[in-house]
Antibody
Framework: QVQLVQSGSELKKPGASVKVSCKAS????????MNWVRQAPGQGLEWMGW????????TYAQGFTGRFVFSLDTSVSTAYLQISSLKAEDTAVYYC????????????WGQGTLVTVSS | IVLTQSPGTLSLSPGERATLSCRAS???????LAWYQQKPGRAPRLLIY???SRATGIPDRFSGSGSGTDFTLTITRLEPEDFAVFYC?????????FGQGTKLEIK
């Protein structure tokens, strides 16, 4: 069974940075892309963008440019989301979700990482 | 593409049939429309992709239909574990947008 295991909850102060990891297992990491999705407290799902695991090329949705960076370490089958200059409105659960290149839907999801930004 | 789901909340009893709607502001190319189920405190789970194809392990009481701008998720014979929030998503053109969700609650 495909697994995406994300790093644990984070509590950060405004202005700090955070790096969320998403470790994939039980499939060939570079055969699928990886999406990132944000869910603010009590809200719906918001697509942040995705990263091509073959080329490392990221694509960011509008509103997620500048402070958000997607990266990879293919040697350990892990994708990363880094957010800098954190703001209170970045408080949310962040999900990674696998992307089949043949289909472009999100077929497996990580369990989510809660990032709380508070002074 | 803006996706509008209706109703916002649907109150039904186990054993009943649920019909959830998703309307797109413009045509969704190649029926690249998916449905996800999310339970409280859990990650979303893929139910339907390509508007009508069930994902691996999804019971056949879940079905999807539609094309163009109008899509439907139908759940026949609701089971207690089906009550959750459901999201539609289009992945035909970037940005890959989600609907606002329909909450299916026990009546």
């Amino acid at each position: 069974q495909v697994q995406l295991v994300q790093s644990g909850s984070e509590l950060k102060k405004p202005g700090a940075s955070v790096k969320v990891s998403c470790k994939a297992s039980r499939y060939t990491f570079t055969a699928y892309g990886m999406n990132w999705v944000r869910q603010a407290p009590g809200q719906g799902l918001e697509w942040m963008g995705w990263i091509n695991t073959n080329t490392g090329n990221p694509t960011y949705a509008q509103g997620f440019t500048g402070r958000f960076v997607f990266s990879l370490d293919t040697s350990v089958s892990t994708a990363y989301l880094q957010i800098s200059s954190l703001k209170a409105e970045d408080t949310a659960v962040y999900y990674c979700a696998r992307l089949p290149y043949s289909g472009w839907y999100f077929d497996y999801w990580g369990q989510g990482t809660l990032v709380t930004v508070s002074s | 593409i803006v996706l509008t789901q209706s109703p916002g909340t649907l109150s039904l009893s186990p054993g009943e049939r649920a019909t959830l709607s998703c309307r797109a502001s413009q045509s969704v190319s190649s029926s690249y429309l998916a449905w996800y189920q999310q339970k409280p405190g859990r990650a979303p789970r893929l139910l339907i992709y390509g508007a009508s194809s069930r994902a691996t392990g999804i019971p056949d009481r879940f079905s999807g239909s539609g094309s163009g701008t109008d899509f439907t998720l139908t759940i026949t014979r609701l089971e207690p574990e089906d009550f959750a929030v459901f999201y539609c998503q289009q992945y035909g053109s970037s940005p890959y947008t989600f609907g606002q969700g329909t909450k299916l609650e026990i009546k």
